[in-house]
């Protein structure tokens, strides 16, 4: 009964904390907020940057499975914040004998733990949409050989998002928050889990215990399942109940139907976690996807001979799977393939349409400039603004500036002798990122919801538009448009990920400049890690950057976006079902209706 009343006093006890951090943000969500916790006299320790480091390699692997699973990709944030917790604030799991483990523990720390771990976890998007899709086009040799090109790819693209993201927290995060509504939901969440964190455990040790119980035990069972599923996939991993109902009815024909259509349960971790955390609207609506292009649309292309199939070698099994050359034309396209257009266009129409809802963002801008000009011309505008809870320390001017001049500059040299992509075609790739890192991170503070794929996808457009009059031989357009995109989702993913990481710091009050420079120490490691776990997920399935693979663990949906939109920037008409080019104007149509209505 003790540890029974014991554990109802500590869940009472950390309610009333966390009513009270959420009724001071609520209050008004755009100050700081308050807590009793407090740091050492260091807060950028070994210790912080190193966990932050491990949860960033994890983070990098966990996305570039999912991404190349499904094309999702998950924040670190909440992770990170929570696995650092777990490490360096319990007393008694085992690395306090640990001379550099040791010492107080506090909120700023522990987000500056998870802003080493977000910088060193986001740049694994491109890794499952833009790379596969360049080698599935035979543009690069091999992903082994191709190493120091793709670290100095990811190295261009991280620190030019890091040198764009420090002068937008002045606007996004301090100056304009309020008048443009920008609550940053996951990030004011983090802020207020780890607030809640501290508080709590400062009072009662045992509930960090029993944090870092639940997270040892859940990482023990995926670890165990994923080794003995390896032994035995069909009881522990895969389950197959029409292949199963085959063997008592080998004359069925409906199962062997849905079989072929991919319809059995895959018991992964990863995406049973992945559905938790995304919450039920999303995964009612990516189980409907599904379920309308797999048991709906694909067979009715079938049946009426829109669409086609490729009978498996030693099976009766049919694949509808196949983007070889042979089921990628107008007039004999795989259902996967017929499937991307209408898909892809309702992406990019949801995309461009909150892109261009942003209009206002661009007027709020233009006013923030000229009262800010009004307010430092004044004798009194150097000082604070009353009740603004606004940090002086800010990334400085002649921190960026120079650092964003050199890197734009690193980018031309290295993108013309690495990949040979003109100086002009860098540039405007780099000019692109700009633009659309300013509406990115608008869209995640009102929405949580970053549109990389309207970003990416007008830079290879417009690429392969400005490219393809110059006399170029096809592969060299589509590997500059390429580029391009990638160039663009990186800086604005970095961009848009650290600031919305600098809403968590402006909550707990953790100077800017620390979390900066943290940021850059986050960066600096993903360039070298992010291209080496691709490799490995490569060397294991080479299917991923096989472009007439017929079945692949991991069939790299974003990939085959990427690939549709630079072979049909070419040539769309005969590229392109006729069909499926009026399925996509419908899908331009939901799109628009869904995403103005939001």
């Given at each position: 009964m003790?540890?029974?009343?014991?554990?109802?006093?500590?869940?009472?006890?950390?309610?009333?904390?966390?009513?009270?951090?959420v009724?001071?943000?609520?209050?008004?969500?755009?100050?700081?907020?308050?807590?009793?916790?407090?740091?050492?006299?260091?807060?950028?320790?070994?210790?912080?940057?190193?966990?932050?480091?491990?949860?960033?390699?994890?983070?990098n692997?966990?996305?570039?499975?999912?991404?190349?699973?499904?094309?999702?990709?998950?924040?670190?944030?909440?992770?990170?914040?929570?696995?650092?917790?777990?490490?360096?604030?319990?007393?008694?799991n085992?690395?306090?004998?640990?001379?550099?483990?040791?010492?107080?523990?506090?909120?700023?720390?522990?987000?500056?733990?998870?802003?080493v771990?977000t910088?060193?976890?986001?740049?694994?998007?491109?890794?499952?949409?833009?790379?596969?899709?360049?080698?599935?086009?035979?543009?690069?040799?091999?992903?082994?050989?191709?190493?120091?090109?793709?670290?100095?790819?990811?190295?261009?693209?991280?620190?030019?998002?890091?040198?764009?993201?420090?002068?937008?927290?002045?606007?996004?995060?301090?100056?304009?928050?309020?008048?443009?509504?920008?609550?940053?939901?996951?990030?004011?969440?983090?802020?207020?889990?780890?607030?809640?964190?501290?508080?709590?455990?400062?009072?009662?040790?045992?509930?960090?215990?029993?944090?870092?119980?639940?997270?040892?035990?859940?990482?023990?069972?995926?670890?165990?399942?994923?080794?003995?599923?390896?032994?035995?996939?069909?009881?522990?991993?895969?389950?197959?109940?029409?292949?199963?109902?085959?063997?008592?009815?080998?004359?069925s024909?409906?199962?062997?139907?849905l079989?072929?259509w991919?319809?059995?349960?895959?018991w992964?971790?990863?995406?049973?976690?992945?559905?938790?955390?995304?919450?039920?609207?999303?995964?009612?609506?990516?189980?409907?996807?599904?379920?309308?292009?797999?048991?709906?649309?694909?067979?009715?292309?079938?049946?009426k001979?829109?669409?086609?199939?490729?009978?498996?070698?030693?099976?009766?099994?049919?694949?509808?799977?196949?983007?070889?050359?042979?089921?990628?034309?107008?007039?004999?396209?795989?259902?996967?393939?017929?499937?991307?257009?209408?898909?892809?266009?309702?992406?990019?129409?949801?995309?461009?349409?909150?892109?261009?809802?942003?209009?206002?963002?661009?007027?709020?801008?233009?006013?923030?400039?000229?009262?800010?000009?009004?307010?430092?011309?004044?004798?009194?505008?150097?000082?604070?603004?009353?009740?603004?809870?606004?940090?002086?320390?800010?990334?400085?001017?002649?921190?960026?500036?120079?650092?964003?001049?050199?890197?734009?500059?690193?980018?031309?040299?290295?993108?013309?002798?690495?990949?040979?992509?003109?100086?002009?075609?860098?540039?405007?790739?780099?000019?692109?990122?700009?633009?659309?890192?300013?509406?990115?991170?608008?869209?995640?503070?009102?929405?949580?919801?970053?549109?990389?794929?309207?970003?990416?996808?007008?830079?290879?457009?417009?690429?392969?538009?400005e490219?393809?009059?110059?006399?170029?031989?096809?592969?060299?357009?589509?590997?500059?448009?390429?580029?391009?995109?990638?160039?663009?989702?990186?800086?604005?993913?970095?961009?848009?990920?650290?600031?919305?990481?600098?809403?968590?710091?402006f909550?707990?009050?953790?100077?800017?400049?620390?979390?900066?420079?943290?940021?850059?120490?986050?960066?600096?490691?993903?360039?070298?890690?992010?291209p080496?776990?691709?490799?490995?997920?490569?060397?294991?399935?080479?299917?991923?950057?096989?472009?007439?693979?017929?079945?692949?663990?991991?069939?790299?949906?974003?990939?085959?976006?990427w690939?549709?939109?630079?072979?049909?920037?070419?040539?769309?008409?005969?590229?392109?079902?006729?069909?499926?080019?009026?399925?996509?104007?419908?899908?331009?149509?939901?799109?628009?209706?869904?995403?103005?209505?939001?």
């Amino acid at each position: 009964m003790a540890g029974s009343d014991g554990e109802a006093y500590d869940e009472a006890e950390f309610k009333q904390i966390h009513d009270a951090a959420v009724s001071n943000f609520t209050s008004d969500p755009y100050r700081p907020l308050d807590f009793r916790s407090e740091d050492g006299e260091r807060i950028l320790t070994f210790r912080a940057v190193l966990v932050g480091l491990l949860c960033g390699a994890l983070i990098n692997a966990s996305n570039i499975y999912l991404g190349l699973k499904t094309g999702w990709a998950m924040s670190a944030n909440l992770f990170a914040s929570l696995i650092g917790f777990a490490l360096l604030k319990s007393p008694r799991n085992g690395l306090q004998c640990l001379p550099f483990m040791r010492g107080s523990f506090g909120p700023r720390e522990n987000n500056i733990v998870q802003t080493v771990a977000t910088s060193a976890g986001g740049m694994a998007a491109v890794f499952n949409s833009a790379i596969p899709a360049m080698y599935q086009l035979n543009l690069l040799s091999t992903p082994a050989s191709d190493f120091h090109r793709l670290a100095a790819l990811v190295a261009i693209g991280g620190y030019l998002g890091l040198f764009i993201g420090a002068p937008l927290r002045r606007f996004f995060i301090v100056h304009a928050a309020r008048d443009l509504s920008l609550i940053f939901p996951t990030p004011s969440a983090t802020a207020i889990a780890i607030r809640d964190m501290h508080e709590a455990a400062d009072d009662d040790s045992s509930i960090t215990q029993r944090k870092m119980r639940v997270l040892t035990q859940s990482l023990s069972f995926a670890l165990v399942l994923r080794v003995v599923s390896q032994f035995a996939i069909g009881l522990f991993w895969d389950w197959h109940p029409f292949v199963w109902y085959m063997l008592w009815n080998p004359a069925s024909t409906t199962a062997r139907g849905l079989e072929s259509w991919g319809w059995y349960f895959e018991w992964t971790p990863a995406f049973i976690g992945t559905g938790m955390l995304v919450g039920l609207p999303t995964a009612c609506s990516f189980f409907a996807g599904s379920l309308l292009a797999w048991g709906v649309i694909g067979p009715f292309l079938v049946s009426k001979s829109l669409a086609f199939g490729e009978l498996l070698p030693g099976s009766n099994l049919v694949s509808y799977y196949s983007m070889s050359a042979d089921f990628t034309t107008a007039d004999h396209a795989s259902p996967r393939y017929w499937l991307i257009w209408p898909a892809v266009a309702c992406m990019l129409a949801v995309s461009l349409t909150e892109i261009v809802c942003q209009w206002r963002l661009i007027w709020i801008l233009s006013k923030s400039i000229w009262s800010w000009f009004k307010q430092w011309s004044t004798p009194s505008g150097s000082k604070r603004k009353e009740g603004s809870a606004i940090s002086d320390d800010q990334v400085g001017l002649h921190i960026w500036l120079p650092g964003l001049i050199a890197i734009v500059t690193t980018a031309c040299l290295l993108m013309n002798s690495m990949f040979g992509m003109p100086v002009r075609e860098t540039m405007l790739a780099v000019s692109m990122s700009f633009l659309f890192t300013i509406l990115t991170v608008h869209a995640t503070g009102t929405t949580d919801i970053t549109p990389l794929t309207g970003a990416s996808a007008a830079t290879q457009v417009a690429l392969a538009s400005e490219t393809s009059n110059r006399g170029w031989a096809p592969p060299k357009v589509q590997l500059l448009s390429l580029l391009g995109g990638t160039l663009t989702a990186l800086g604005a993913s970095q961009a848009s990920d650290l600031t919305a990481d600098f809403r968590v710091g402006f909550l707990l009050r953790t100077p800017a400049q620390t979390q900066w420079l943290a940021q850059a120490i986050g960066t600096a490691f993903s360039c070298i890690v992010a291209p080496g776990i691709y490799i490995l997920f490569n060397s294991a399935y080479s299917c991923i950057g096989d472009g007439n693979a017929l079945q692949c663990p991991f069939p790299a949906p974003a990939a085959s976006a990427w690939r549709a939109i630079a072979t049909t920037a070419l040539s769309p008409s005969d590229s392109i079902p006729r069909s499926s080019i009026v399925s996509s104007g419908l899908g331009v149509g939901r799109g628009y209706v869904i995403s103005s209505q939001i």
